[in-house]
């Protein structure tokens, strides 16, 4: 079973910045939090990753918890092509084999 | 950034064929890939791991009959679904574990329609 929880859809508007979040209470030491989206019919494309500092990066900004147990996908400027449904997924890194367990994800539809 | 092929992007076959896709790591060493299925508007479900050199490990309710995994190179993981049915009609992603950083990247996607 997948290790984290999202909502199932939101909606922003275009412009504005859509803020993603996602619970992953269990959340274990060595485990870091991945952020994937995946536009209809293609597939999944890699956002941002991080362990417990905040990361950011030309796509999107990842605010993570203190207590590391929830996260927080940022996009700031949204736009229409940024629809799609995102994932965020706890995994072990770096050399580690370990599977990737999808949850169901949440679908953001940005609206102009 | 790396690369993951997957081929065919789509395919259409009839029942009881069997369709061979392929995934390969364009510019990094894999020993581990992942196949995953999805169906429409469902996330994706993990099918197996694919190991180099070894047997693909399968998630619980796959039948490794019926899904073959081969993984004989550092770049190249293959499934082939046998005696296709209607209901095998799928789209199948996978991904690979750039053995040098641990990063993982996907595939683009295989559409499987069965007639």
């Known amino acids: 079973d997948a290790k984290t929880t999202q909502p199932t859809s939101m909606d922003c508007a275009e412009g504005r910045a859509a803020n993603l979040p996602c619970n992953h209470s269990?959340?274990?030491?060595?485990?870091?939090v991945y952020w994937y989206r995946q536009i209809h019919s293609q597939g999944p494309q890699y956002i941002i990753h991080g362990l417990k500092n905040n990361e950011t990066n030309e796509m999107a900004s990842l605010i993570i918890t203190e207590d590391r147990k929830s996260s927080t996908l940022i996009l700031p400027h949204a736009t229409l092509r940024d629809t799609a449904v995102y994932y965020c997924i706890v995994r072990v890194k770096p050399g580690n084999t370990g599977k990737l367990i999808f949850g169901q994800g949440t679908t953001l539809q940005v609206k102009p | 950034g790396a690369v993951v092929s997957q081929h065919p992007s789509r395919v259409i076959c009839k029942s009881g064929t069997s369709v061979k896709i392929e995934c390969r790591s364009l510019?990094?060493?894999?020993?581990?890939m992942f196949w995953y299925r999805q169906f429409p508007k469902k996330s994706l479900m993990l099918m197996a791991t694919s190991n180099e050199g070894s047997k693909a490990t399968y998630e619980q309710g796959v039948e490794k009959d019926k899904f073959l995994i081969n993984h004989a190179s550092l770049t190249l993981s293959t499934l082939t679904v046998t005696s296709a049915h209607p209901e095998d009609s799928s789209f199948y992603i996978c991904s690979a574990v750039d053995v040098m950083t641990g990063e993982l990247f996907f595939g683009e996607g295989s559409r499987l329609t069965v007639l």
């Open positions: 269990t959340i274990s030491g060595n485990e870091y």
């Open positions: 510019d990094f060493q894999a020993t581990t």
